[in-house]
């Protein structure tokens, strides 16, 4: 959406990208609850978080692929050349040092490799959020009832 829009930069609106994975595993515990009669033990709660995460994951990194190889191939290409000119801009870093980046930057945003890394990152994402949030959510069955 934010590519679309040409709102790659703008933090509020990157703030989402926070946002919304929260609220689905918050939502996704709560309806796990309702339905198992109000518990849900930790382990529960993380496997749930991880499992909508590889879902979430997995979609996004299919529609990135084919957002950036079909419907606008030019997006890494630009985003490539805004990371230059602020890598430029910085002046922390070597002309060479700058080319090298911008190849392994491009190399690791298009291909089956941002499909194999989007799914990770989405997965370990979601694995941090799934420990905080089931921490939060748990409800576990008395042992003794």
């Known amino acids: 959406m934010t590519f679309a829009t040409g709102q790659e930069s703008n933090q509020p609106v990157s703030w989402l990208s926070l946002v ?4 689905g595993v918050y939502l996704a515990h709560k309806a796990f609850k309702q339905l198992n009669g109000g518990f849900m033990s930790y382990g529960q709660g993380v496997g749930i978080g991880v499992l909508l995460s590889v879902v979430s994951g997995a ?4 529609f990135n692929y084919v957002y950036r190889t079909i419907i606008d191939p030019d997006i890494t290409t630009r985003t490539v050349e805004a990371a230059r000119a602020k890598m430029e801009a910085a ?9 090298q980046a911008m190849a392994m930057a491009s190399k690791f945003s298009s291909g089956p490799i941002m499909l194999i890394i989007g799914l990770v990152v989405s997965v370990l994402f979601g694995l941090l959020i799934s420990l905080v949030i ?3 959510t748990k409800n576990p069955k008395p042992e003794f009832e």
């Open 20 to 23: 919304i994975p929260i609220t």
């Open 59 to 62: 979609l996004t990194s299919v």
């Open 134 to 136: 089931a921490a939060i």
């Open 91 to 99: 002046g922390t870093m070597s002309d060479a040092q700058i080319d």
